[in-house]
């Protein structure tokens, strides 16, 4: 298996909801990454987590949690976010020192 | 500035032509990654480089260290080329975390 498995593909959520993103890899990969994405920019980083712990917080706000519950998987949990959290949400894992694989994303629109 | 520059930013081809993307960066680096995304999709990783070439089906991408400079090249382009091409390095001393250029978004007409 060489894939990184988000799920869901699109999800639309009130600004009182709670939701959560999934992210699943069985290639190994011992960091895994949560990456923001908005319309015609860059992806930016969110979190790291390496060998299942957190190693990167890049000063997201706390209405955004992420969660490693074993080395395969990978949780964002979301709870009251604002219209301008909607973005393309990515997940990516890699060994320590290499090449990244990525995940097809989650369509995130807060209404 | 940013430390990953690409060029140009955006490019139209007709199916067929020879392309070429550029990258150019400031700092050291231990790798460069180009990316590949189309439209309203994820990200596809096509080279991971550290010198010289890579080929790959119709894809080259070339880097050179001591000019701080990679190429990403496309031969007999396609419509199915189409997409944000995205130039990220790996810098020195900071572990696996990439940093991103702004991406070539390329179109490629029938």
């Known amino acids: 298996d060489t894939e990184v498995t988000q799920t869901p593909k699109h999800l639309v959520m009130g600004m009182t909801n709670k939701k959560s993103l999934k992210c699943e890899q069985h290639m190994g990969h011992r960091a895994m990454y949560w990456y923001k994405q908005k319309a015609k920019k860059p992806p930016e980083l969110m979190f790291v987590?390496?060998?299942?712990?957190?190693?990167i917080n890049e000063s997201v706000p706390s209405r955004f949690s992420p969660e490693c519950p074993n080395s395969s998987l990978l949780n964002l949990h979301l709870h009251a976010l604002q219209p301008e959290d909607s973005a393309l949400y990515l997940c990516?894992?890699?060994?320590?020192?290499?090449?990244?694989?990525f995940g097809s994303g989650t369509r995130l629109t807060v209404v | 500035k940013n430390e990953v520059e690409q060029s140009p930013q955006n490019l139209t081809a007709q199916e067929g032509e020879f392309i070429t993307i550029n990258c150019s960066y400031s700092?050291?680096?231990?790798?460069l990654h180009w990316l590949q995304q189309h439209p309203g999709g994820g990200i596809v990783s096509l080279f991971m480089?550290?010198?010289g070439k890579k080929k790959h089906g119709r894809l080259i991408a070339t880097i050179n260290i001591q000019e701080k400079h990679s190429s990403l090249h496309i031969t007999a382009s396609h419509p199915r080329d189409s997409a944000v091409y995205i130039c990220a390095v790996t810098l020195n001393n900071a572990g696996n975390m990439l940093t991103f250029g702004g991406g070539t978004r390329l179109m490629v007409k029938p």
């Open positions: 480089l550290s010198s």
């Open positions: 990516a894992s890699s060994q320590e020192v290499g090449g990244y694989t």
């Open positions: 700092v050291g680096i231990s790798a």
């Open positions: 987590y390496s060998y299942e712990k957190l190693s």
